[in-house]
Each structure stands twice: as C-alpha cells, then as structure tokens.
C-alpha cells in the first residue's frame, strides 16, 4: 500500500478509537486539567504517525557488491579487458562519456543528503545494460551493485536523461563545410576516385539481441546468428564521429 493511503488508514483509526474512548470509556467525573492533557497526548500520537516514515518494521538487508572491482581493473591496463566485461565500454571511454554527463542538473538537488557519485550511477547503468535474461532482473544487479533495487533505477533514469541530453550534439545533419571535410578525408584516405570520391558518409550495423521470441510475427526477427533480434543501423561520419541517422 503506498505510504500516503497507509498513513491515511492509521490516523482514520486513531481518530475513531479517540471518538470510541470518549463515548465510552470517559468518567463523567473528568476534569478539564485531564481531558487537556489526554487531547496533547492525542495530537502527539497523530504528529507521530504522520512524521514517521515506515509504520511497518523494515529489515536491513546487507549489501556486498562487487562492482568496486571495475574501478580496480581501470588501474592496470592489463585488467582493461576485465573493465570492459564489466561495464562494456573500455575505461577511456567511459570517463569520455562520465566528463559529458557530470555537468547534467539531473545530478544535483537540494537535498541535505547527496547524490551517490555519479561514476558510480554511471558504472551501474552500464552494468545493467550489459547484462542479458536473467542476470538482467533488478534483484540481480542490485545485489552484484551492492545497492536497492530503486537505487538501480534511479541511477538508470538519471543517466539515460543526460545521455539523451547529448542527442542534438552527435546526431545530426553536417554543414556544407563539414560535407567538404568529409569527402576530402574520403579521398585522402582511401584513394577513391570518379563517383566515389564524392562518398562522405559509412554505414554500420549491429544486432540487438532480444530474450526471446517476440510473440508476434516471430520468425521475421531470427537473425544469421542463430536468435532473435533487431537490426540497428548507423549512419555516420569518420572524421567529426556524427551520427547523421539511426534506424532499428
């Protein structure tokens, strides 16, 4: 039950064992002294109730992840490759992605209490994303994360908010100019002559692996791997690293 309506429901039944007691348990012989005093103590249980903010008893779970280990490898590059099965991306490029994000206001607040650091959110985004069926469930990466399963996410919107905050920055239409620059590099490059000299943008591709088989028109997204996916293409530049259009 969420905690508004439960902390409703408990002060709707202080306040009618208030009304019951008075029907039925006052002496007619009370005086104002002590139905003064009876009324504070009242009103202290209902300030109570509603400043308390679990009514119900809370177990503390422990917690022991690992994902420390991650920041362990970035230290030696020869873990480097142990980093990248962790978070998926080499270590450079997630402090790259880490400089571009930090700045986000998704990251601060008023709060008394701060934010976890954001290499942390960002660490356990990236864990989460690279995991696969199982292993992908909240219980799973919050327990290899050491943190809450609400923890895992919050730190997943947040990071996704400043992620897509980047979009105009590196997708989209180049200029003229930038046009030229590309065709340039082109021929410069790969000695294209004739037509393909005039070629300024690469396509790529990859799979994105589904769990399982969609349960409608299934068949069309069994790949030459042998499982179900969708087809992402890229359509990019190689000198500014633009991305001019993204298709799935």
Known sequence: MPRR??????????LIHMLLRSMLDAPDDIDAEALT???IQDLQILNKITNTRYLRARNRLPKAGNLHLAF??????????????MLRISPHVFHVLLSLIEDHQVFFNNSNVPQTPIEIQLAVTLFRMGRFGNAASLEDIARNCGISEGSVEKFTN????AIEALHDTFVRLLTTEEKLQEKQWMVHHLGFDGLWKEGWIMYDGTIVVLYSKPGLN????YTRK???????????????MVIILISL
């Open 37 to 39: 005093a009876q009324l």
């Open 5 to 14: 309506n439960y902390h409703a429901c408990v002060r709707r039944t202080y």
């Open 72 to 85: 362990t490898y970035a230290q030696n590059p020869s873990d480097y490759i142990r980093f990248t099965n």
């Open 158 to 161: 947040r990071c996704f908010d």
């Open 218 to 221: 299934g068949d069309a997204y």
């Open 226 to 240: 042998g499982n179900y996916g969708l087809n992402a293409q890229v359509c990019l530049c190689s000198v500014r």
